[in-house]
Each structure stands twice: as structure tokens, then as C-alpha cells.
């Protein structure tokens, strides 16, 4: 298809797609005159994921281009493109290795991915650390800071029902097709149900509160 | 105690407390001389709750002037103060009302809350619609608009488990004494708990991708 076509079906503005080729988002159309390019749907499938990406997950372009180079890598298995590919997503500030906060925090993360079983997240021995980690430690810095509950028994009731949506999550991956499409999907989930869960949880807790403080 | 001890022992600097005073974000301290002023355990708490609020939350002040405000409400029960509060949180972009996906969405979201009898949201009737609810219907478009899974079948389970993550959310309330100090709390640690449910579900996925599609 031509670009007005990849437009049309895209939803997206065809200077919104030229400037996603420029930026090396979306691979070259097949060149056919000088002026013009052919698209297939790979690249209409490209440019969804850049959409769940850039305009719904607000991710810098930067960033988005590190996720997607991530994808490409054909010699890495699954498994592995899937995790660097949700390892290029943003994570929030790394955690201040210089407050001594840090160093508690590190220890109950670690504690709580082993009674977990999570031994492969690279929270320990000669891998890199995973980002969301990182993320997790700083959230628990947060916490500890201004006193709230951040212990190792109050964050496990939180890991369980993770592990749960997790499982939902890659069941919904694997409805999809080939590999690449999984991986695709996999990463455009991550992002895409993050604010569904987080409204979801804010709806949950005013029930949950008129049930147990509400009064008519 | 006076201004220096209450930054010493809140850990924020003297300039932020007087920038968090003039704003309107704390209440002043009892004056004891034209230049001093005491302030007491109730300004460390509200202290406590701005910095979740603004330093880790992100959340601009202007939002967190309106949480504070509902807090403060002494005429409404516990459960409507949360609700209030909660509801002054950002909740991202409100729906685009032309957007025919709009319409099919907020018919999903809603037959999701019925299912779950949730009726209590603000999602019918003369209630006004939680801004948590309208976070939830802008999520649903972005993943129709995207062809990505958004069926009431593909959102119920992780309905069902943010319903449970809310029992979990208001136990640690309730841990809190006064009606004052939960309420506080409630909206805290909605805040500060969202980091670590997203980071613990980035690394359950990888956990869970891991033992699906991981080889050594």
C-alpha cells in the first residue's frame, strides 16, 4: 500500500508516519519511484505498536526507539527479546545509592523476589540488574522515608496479585500468532493496561471503603 | 516545636516548608513572636503526606491543594472524605466525548462494574462520574482504537484482582487509629503503592514469560 493507504488505516497523519521513518521508528517502505514507497502490514503493525507506545504510553522517542531495536534482535530467543524489549521501557528514577535507605530497601526486595521464587530478574549475582527493580526499590525508599508500610510481609499480598495478573498477561500474548507478534503485543500490554489497572484499583478501593466506612 | 526541628525531623528543608506554607499545602504554625511560629505532630503528618503526594507523586500542587482540601472536610463521613480526596488525584486524559469508540468503551466499563456490582462509582444515575471511571474508559479506547484486547472478558481479571489488592489496600488503613490519620494514609499509599504494583508485574511477566517461552 501507498502511504496515504497506511495513513487511512493507520489512523496516524502521513507527516506523523514521515516523521516516525525519520526518526527510524518505522522501517523504509519499499522504494518504487524516487518520490514514492510501498508498505505492507508489517509496517501497519509496526506503526500501532509505535502509537501504544509514544502517544498512549507517553514513552520519550528515545526510548521507544531502544524498545523496538529490542524486538529486531532475531538471534535472541522469546523469552529474551521480550524481556530487553520491556527492560528499554522507561522506569522512573534510579534508586539513590548514596542514602543509606537504599541499601534496606535492596535487601527487602531481594528477600521478597526469593520467597517469591523470582530468581531470574537479575536481582542478584553477575547479571544486570532488571530496571523495574530498580523501580521497585525506589518505590520501597519512598515508602520507608515517610514511614509508611513497606516491609517484606506488606508487599507480598501486593507480588502475589502480580503474579496473577502476570499470568492473564502472557495468556492474552499468547492468543497471538507468530513470536513477533507475541513480543509485540507483550510490550504494547505492559503499557496499554497500566492505567487499567491503576483506575481499576482506585474504583476497587472506594467500594471496598463505602463497604466497610460507607454510610447509606 | 520550631521550624528547624520541624525539618530536621520531617527531612524537608526549611525553604520547602515555608514554599509549602505560602501555597496553601500546610497550615501555618501557632505564632509565637512576629518572626516565629510552633508547629506540632499534626504538621510532621501533613508534611509527611504532601512529600508522597508532590515529591514521589509527582502529582502538581495545584491537585494536591484540592486532596488536602477534601481531607479536611469535617462535615462528610470517613468513606466520602477518602472518596473526595481520591477523586482530587490526576487521573490523566478525560475521554474524547466525539470519539465514537467513546460511547462503545464507557458500555464496556460499565457493564465490567455491574458484573462486578460495583454500583457505587458514579458510573449511572445522578452521580457524578469518578474521574477514576472516565481513567478507565480512555484506557479501554486507547486499546480498541489499537485492536489491542479489551472485551468486558478480557477486562474482568484484572478487575477481579484489583478487588482484591483494595481488601489488602484498605487493611493497611485500618491499621491507622484515628478516622484523620486513615483517610491520610488511604490517600498515601494509593499514590505510593502504584510504583511497586507496576514494577512487581514487570517482574512477575518476566518471571512468567521466563517459564513459558524461556529456554537456559
Known sequence: MRLAELSARSGVSTATIKYYLREGLLHP???ITV???EYDEEHLRRLRLVRALIQVG????????EVLAALQEEDLDRNRRLGVAVWALPHGPAPD??????EAARRTAGQLLDRLGWNHC???????T????????????ALSRLGYP???EDLEPYARAMQRIAVTDLDVVERYETPDEQVEAAVALTVLYEPVLLSLRRLAEAEESRRRFGGK
Chains 1, 2 share one sequence.
Open 97 to 102: 545509592e548514596s542514602d543509606p535507605a537504599t
Open 130 to 141: 532488571a530496571p523495574a527493580y530498580d523501580m521497585l526499590v525506589t518505590a520501597i525508599v
Open 150 to 152: 513497606c516491609a517484606l
Open 35 to 37: 518520490t514514492q514507497a
Open 58 to 65: 507517553r514513552i520519550p522517542v528515545n526510548s521507544a526507539r
Open 122 to 128: 537479575g536481582a542478584s549475582g553477575d547479571t544486570p
Open 29 to 31: 517502505g519499499r522504494r
